[in-house]
Nanobody, 121 residues
Framework: QVHLVESGGGLVQAGGSLRLSCTAS????????MGWFRQAPGKEREFVAT????????KYADSVKARFTISRNNTENTWYLQMNSLKPEDTAVYYC??????????????WGQGTQVTVSS
């Protein structure tokens, strides 16, 4: 079992930046892929970015490419989402997620509690 705790959300003006963090405890060594999803009001949860725990392989949603960067620190069992050039449409609850396979999707093994990101225009 892996427990995920997020931090770093908040309110920012359009064009600003935020960095989200997700720290895993329990059995973080079992994680193969970790990442971020988000859910805006009235919308389905959507994929944002993923990174492999032991390989420099990343993947991004088209809507955040070139603006968001996912990274990790395996020593601290923590991964990050650096969000730059934020837009009002990035407003959502952001969830970190982890899976014990190379496939991270909405059926991921473990989820954080979510952190609110609000971008004002």
């Amino acid at each position: 079992q892996v427990h995920l705790v997020e931090s770093g959300g908040g309110l920012v003006q359009a064009g600003g930046s935020l960095r989200l963090s997700c720290t895993a405890s329990g059995r973080p060594s079992t994680i193969i892929t970790m990442g971020w999803f988000r859910q805006a009001p009235g919308k389905e949860r959507e994929f944002v970015a993923t990174i492999r725990r032991n390989f420099p392989i990343t993947k991004y949603a088209d809507s955040v490419k070139a603006r968001f960067t996912i990274s990790r620190n395996n020593t601290e069992n923590t991964w990050y989402l650096q969000m730059n050039s934020l837009k009002p449409e990035d407003t959502a609850v952001y969830y970190c997620a982890a899976d014990r396979t190379t496939n991270l999707d909405r059926n991921a093994d473990d989820w954080g509690q979510g952190t609110q990101v609000t971008v004002s225009s």
